[in-house]
């Protein structure tokens, strides 16, 4: 009797637990797709450029590598400094200027 007392009384406890366990995946689903929008428009590009539309989470397409490890990029960039207090935020568009590929040509006298 007194195990079902307890079961009933920390129901509510555990359901709580739960939705708020829930409200967090959503919120962070939707910051994710929020910067993947982002991202996207820097781009120039739609999900289907990186994403296997199946499973978002797969890494098989080579834009979906590329674009982790320029995020790392971005991120020690900002990391260290360009975090748009005292310097420009780094970001896609920062390189890319809204194309997939950067059109970004060195300077022959940079050359070696």
Known sequence: MNALVAIILLFPLFISAQSGNANSIKANEDQMREQMIVISRQLGVTCTTCHNTDNFKSDKKDAF?????????????IDNGMNGKNAPKADCYMCHRGQLKPDYKEKASLKR
């Not at 590598?65 to 960039?77: A, C, D, F, P, S």
């Open 65 to 77: 590598k590329i674009g982790k490890e320029h995020m790392r990029l971005t991120q020690v960039l």
